[in-house]
């Protein structure tokens, strides 16, 4: 299994950015698929989750309203739309399936995103 990110990249606050996940190596539409980040000296954190089969989303609070999971069984891949950042979500980007509730595994190698202020 192989999930690959990217899309990171600098931006000025109040900036927008879409990271892509894109998956291989398994049955992609049997999995719910999240996204984590972990800034400098920080501990990793959630920040959005999409349903095997993009019906549901969850979010973590921080985020919610400015940033949007979605994805695209077809080509296997994942995306999330980043509106309105700001320096605190200055981090590196993760997706990782998520094997059971709330645990993650098959870790992509994260994209950088920095925001400016």
């Known amino acids: 299994v192989q999930l690959q990110a990217s899309g990171g990249g600098l931006v000025q606050t109040g900036g927008s950015l879409r990271l892509s996940c894109a998956a291989s190596g398994l049955t992609f539409d049997d999995y719910a698929i999240g996204w984590l980040r972990q800034g400098s000296g920080k501990e990793r954190e959630f920040v959005a989750k999409?349903?095997?089969?993009?019906?549901?989303?969850y979010y973590a609070q921080s985020v919610k309203g400015r940033f949007t999971i979605s994805r695209d069984n077809a080509e296997n891949t994942v995306y999330l739309q980043m509106n309105s950042l700001k320096p605190e979500d200055t981090a590196v980007y993760y997706c990782a399936v998520e094997v059971s509730t709330s645990t993650y595994d098959y870790w992509g190698q994260g994209t950088q995103v920095t925001v400016s202020s």
């Open positions: 999409i349903s095997y089969s993009g019906k549901f989303t």
